[in-house]
């Protein structure tokens, strides 16, 4: 028989007294599985008591053995429950929690707060993007605050102002807003939105009719304030002035001028390609930087057909232009391939002319098509592809299966070698923000455009040898050459000519191709014979014409003798004429034959003693 052991705490030090703010956590653990507790509290009578348990507990407030100020908490149980402060006077109260029939008591103190009187604070000082970017940030409030106000921009100083109303911090008294640069202004709701997370309470209210300033063009660069703060009681403008006038926080906000600066290409196997892109969204960056690192994903101008291609876009600005387009087109989703084809094939601000957002085009040289001839272009609407975003870094990865790609003017064969200029180019109005009184001619100059060289080539494969005669030995290795990506997986196989008894096919189905184009292949050929004749192939490649050369067992050769000279001492010395020295020296034989070789000891690149040395292979 054990003692009753009691711990209730309450979870948090603090708690508001009004709304959900009022609400907290009673942390309840005993050995026992179900007892009744008498509670009270100095300063709470037995209404307070009794209204602030009685959602977690029957509660009793008639038994006799009850003080005026106690309250019988029944059929109490290990776990946590919600307890409501509602109406309670602020100040720090400590509850005693007695047993009713053993001698197992506790006491738990919390500091009630007037909802209000908290703090909603900005937990970055600074926020630093582009313009055209998603500018996040993250709005916490102390136990006192279940509501708050945030302001970005100042109309009177900044020219443009956004308010918003945080209704619910969620259980874990804080929200992550997202801000859309690229639409602020643009009249829409998605300009300011919660960042999912695990807490679905999150809640704001955001209406741009109502709470944003309307602007002609993009949300100019500079830096912005934005205020928070605990002011709920007015309506939107009320909260909004009198959080500039009494804000709790203020962060920076700093817009740079968006940039496009390159676009690269990268080659990859559809299964290397496939784990990154199936990942989830918020995993893909990281399996992509690891395949990379791995030399799985290898930077490559050349791509073999039927590999993947991904264009590595550099460019900051665009990420709320995405954003915007699925926010206000029904037939747009999240998905951000889905939002790239949109950009690449419909106008979003443009005015001065009916140009795309931007263009991302893949089209076929004039030298590779040959003179006179329709040149192929990738037809972005008709191909699969995927994009994955590196949102830190501004990096866009376009990814297609080579031989999946739609052309206009003609696909691409297996057994061509095809060339193409890739160009991305930004072309939306809003992003390069011209002067009002541009020209057409002079705007369309203004596009920013990065390109790079590609190509897409027959899949190919070279062995080392030809013939490649091989030894009777259980692991005999083949080597060769590769344009596929690396990374992938293939089968090199052995097959004995007709009329070698007995017949034989061997085979090495994990061949890896390494990050270099170079592979390696092991055939078990310790059951043949010499002078047993042979033809590898390459297998399961994909290419358009098999690849394969003869090759004839042989009888194993021994590796020359080779003679190498190490730890010499001494390594430095002075002598004088007639002196006699001793020097040391240890020589290996690393071939496998035994052999006679001469030692010199050179001095000044003279010989001055030499020494016969014979060794066995390996000695």
């Known amino acids: 028989v054990s003692p009753q052991s009691l711990s209730m705490n309450f979870e948090d030090d603090s708690t508001g007294n009004d709304g959900s703010a009022a609400t907290t956590t009673l942390e309840v653990d005993s050995n026992r599985p ?80 007037d909802t209000g009187d908290g703090e909603v604070n900005i937990a970055e000082g600074s926020l630093n993007q582009q313009q055209g970017d998603i500018v996040e940030f993250t709005v916490t409030a102390d136990g006192a605050s279940d509501e708050g106000f945030v302001v970005i921009g100042d109309e009177d100083d900044f020219g443009y102002q956004a308010n918003v109303s945080i209704t619910d911090f969620g259980d874990d008294e804080e929200i992550t807003l997202a801000f859309n640069s690229y639409s602020a202004g643009l009249d829409s709701d998605d300009t300011i939105t919660v960042v999912d997370t695990d807490d679905e309470d999150d809640a704001i209210d955001f209406d741009a009719d109502d709470d944003e300033t309307d602007l002609d063009g993009i949300l100019a660069s500079g830096d912005y ?83 993947v291609s991904i264009h590595q876009i550099s460019a900051s600005g665009i990420e709320g232009a995405l954003e915007y387009a699925a926010s206000n087109n029904s037939s747009v989703t999240d998905d951000p391939a889905d939002q790239l084809a949109f950009l690449a094939n419909n106008s979003l601000t443009n005015t001065l002319n009916d140009d795309t957002a931007v263009e991302l085009r893949v089209e076929e040289t004039r030298s590779s098509a040959g003179p006179n001839q329709d040149r192929r272009v990738l037809n972005l609407t008709a191909t699969d592809f995927d994009v994955v975003v590196d949102e830190e870094n501004d990096e866009y990865y376009v990814a297609f299966d080579t031989a999946n790609a739609e052309f206009e003017n003609g696909d691409v064969a297996d057994d061509e070698d095809v060339s193409f200029d890739v160009e991305f180019t930004v072309q939306d109005q809003r992003l390069l923000d011209p002067d009002d009184d541009v020209e057409q001619d002079e705007f369309e100059d203004s596009y920013t455009t990065v390109s790079t060289p590609f190509s897409i080539n027959e899949r190919t494969v070279t062995f080392d040898q030809d013939p490649y005669n091989l030894t009777n030995v259980e692991g005999a290795t083949v080597t060769g050459t590769t344009n596929v990506a690396p990374g992938s997986e293939f089968t090199i196989r052995a097959r004995s000519d007709t009329g070698t008894q007995p017949s034989f096919v061997e085979s090495d189905d994990e061949v890896n191709v390494s990050a270099d184009g170079t592979w390696e292949a092991e055939i078990d050929l310790s059951d043949a014979s010499v002078g047993d004749e042979y033809t590898l192939s390459v297998q399961q490649l994909s290419l358009a014409e098999t690849e394969e050369v003869d090759g004839t067992v042989v009888e194993q050769v021994q590796e020359p003798a080779t003679f190498t000279v190490s730890d010499l001492s001494p390594q430095d010395v002075t002598a004088t004429v007639g002196d006699a020295l001793t020097v040391t020296a240890t020589v290996e034989n690393t071939g496998e034959l035994e052999s006679t070789q001469t030692v ?20």
């Open 34 to 113: 179900q007892w009744d507790v008498i509670v009270s509290s100095s300063g709470l009578d037995q209404d307070e008591l009794n209204n602030t348990f009685d959602d977690a507990y029957t509660t009793n407030t008639t038994d006799d053995d009850l003080d005026d100020d106690e309250v019988l908490l029944e059929d109490v149980t290990d776990g946590d429950v919600d307890v409501n402060f509602t109406d309670i006077d602020s100040g720090e109260y400590e509850f005693t929690f007695e047993v009713a029939d053993t001698d197992a008591e506790d006491t738990a103190t919390i500091n009630v707060t």
């Open 600 to 619: 010199e000891f050179r001095v000044g690149g003279n010989a001055v003693a030499s020494q016969d040395v014979t060794l066995a292979g390996g000695n």
């Open 225 to 307: 304030d934005v205020s928070s703060s605990a002011i709920t009681s007015g309506n939107s403008s009320q909260n909004a002035a009198d959080t500039l006038d009494s804000s709790d926080d203020v962060a920076t906000m700093f817009l740079e001028e968006p940039t496009t600066e390159g676009v690269q290409v990268w080659t990859a196997s559809n299964d290397n390609a496939d784990e990154v892109i199936s990942a989830d969204e918020d995993e893909q960056v990281d399996e992509l930087t690891s395949a990379i690192e791995n030399d799985l994903i290898t930077q490559s101008s050349d791509v073999a057909y039927d590999d």
